[in-house]
């Protein structure tokens, strides 16, 4: 068996306090809403960081599965954005220190990048796990983002998840690392973010904002939200109005908001995800839905000039 450390490098210059908790978001499957992306972003350009540990893209990443950015300048490159994936010490708005893990999910030798990640927790004495994923469901944008919880701290599903599933699902890598440290009983929380399918194309800032929120009851820890939390009055606003001049959309919102207000009075009743008869919309309505509404935004922002982002 090869050695998992080799997938990444320790920076020798810096001292890891033990015992913190350990926040991770890998982006690549199903980030509906771009809410793991989203988070990565503003978590490195908001708080003070300090590289970890970097992986090996050239070991873990499928590069023509997805494709680095390269700069053309006229008749010259001019700059090269390679994907990354690291381990970071972060400071909360409180300076209260934390380990973040973040960047793209690894395409190949997920037992190994398991092994490694097991490995820096227990050299790091990692005192908890969250992490966060979104998905895109038939909910309202008008109601706060639900989320489903996994893993073993029991407190965190008991108060915070509002829907339940048996069911199968595609897996991703952070799934792996949660059912390894299940068995092993390190404390650990997975957030589901439950996105409406109809903005889970969009980069919608709830998202942001609804992941922040889930790490802070996981682990304490304090984030600045003013900007994400405006950036979402704003956006909100933009559909609500495109909304409004769409009968069609404006039914869907309408029938979603029915659903989940009926299911939030007594979750004993059908899953606010179903229809009047216990289904769930198929895959080509949704699809419907969505191209429909991307439609009508991209008229709406041609008219006004806009254009496409």
Do not use: C
């Amino acid at each position: 068996m090869r050695d998992p450390g080799e997938l990444f490098e320790l920076n020798p210059a810096l001292e890891v306090p033990e015992g913190l908790p350990l926040v991770a978001g890998l982006t690549g499957f199903a980030d509906a809403g771009s809410g793991v992306s989203q988070l990565g972003t503003y978590l490195l350009g908001t708080l003070d960081s300090e590289v970890v540990a970097t992986f090996d893209a050239d070991i873990l990443l499928d590069y023509r599965a997805r494709r680095p950015i390269i700069y053309f300048d006229q008749d010259h490159l001019t700059d090269y954005q390679p994907a990354t994936l690291k381990l970071y010490l972060a400071y909360d708005e409180l300076r209260q220190p934390f380990l973040l893990l973040s960047g793209f999910e690894p395409d190949f030798r997920w037992e190994a990048f398991t092994d490694a990640v097991l490995g820096l927790i227990e050299r790091f004495k990692v005192k908890t796990i969250t992490w966060v994923h979104s998905i895109p469901m038939p909910v309202p944008h008008t109601r706060p983002i639900g989320v489903t919880v996994s893993g073993n701290r029991t407190e965190l599903i008991d108060s915070m998840s509002i829907w339940k599933p048996h069911t199968q699902v595609p897996a991703n890598a952070l799934h792996l690392l949660e059912y390894r440290l299940q068995k092993l009983s390190y404390p650990i929380a997975g957030f589901i973010l439950l996105i409406p399918h109809y903005l889970a194309d969009t980069e919608y800032p709830a998202a942001a904002v609804a992941a922040l929120d889930s790490i802070s009851a996981a682990t304490g820890l304090i984030f600045p939200t003013d900007r994400l939390r405006q950036e979402d009055r704003d956006f909100v606003a933009n559909i609500d109005e495109q909304v409004a001049g769409n009968p069609e959309l404006g039914r869907l919102v309408g029938t979603l908001e029915e659903r989940h207000d009926s299911y939030m009075e007594d979750t004993q009743l059908r899953s606010p995800l179903t229809d009047s008869d216990g289904e769930l919309p198929s895959a080509d309505e949704i699809a419907a839905e969505l191209e429909n509404f991307l439609a009508f935004r991209r008229h709406g922002d041609e008219e006004n000039g806009r254009g496409e982002r």
